[in-house]
């Protein structure tokens, strides 16, 4: 099992900018990929950026440019840079982690984290 804590949401203006933190811990040596998903309310949940251990990167269309993905392999941490931001970046991010592998073969992850609420006020 794998646990994973986020941390870093809030409340911030248009234009403004957020970090948000995810911190794993328990059986890491099972995971190679973790990444940010976030649900609006009403919607479906959704892919925001994902990283594997080796630094590869993927991000939504939406949010390329403005949101940047890291990982500290040694804090066991990721990273989420938010920069530029926009109303409809309102929704609750979660953290995940799992298999690349799965991943990519549309298997999704395996563990997630409870959510950090990020609101963006106009």
Known sequence: QVQLVESGGGL???G????????ASGS???I????????APEKQRELVATIT????????DSVKGRFNISRDNAKNTVYLQMN?????????YYCASGSFL???RG???DYWGKGTLVTVSS
């Open 102 to 104: 799965k991943l990519i």
């Open 16 to 23: 403004g900018s957020l970090r948000l933190s995810c911190a």
């Open 84 to 92: 530029s931001l926009k109303p409809e970046d309102t929704a609750v």
């Open 12 to 14: 911030v203006q248009a």
């Open 53 to 60: 251990s080796g630094g590869l990167v993927n991000y939504a």
């Open 28 to 30: 890491i040596s099972s």
């Open 32 to 39: 190679n990929a973790m990444g940010w998903y976030r649900q």
């Open 107 to 109: 298997g999704g992850m």
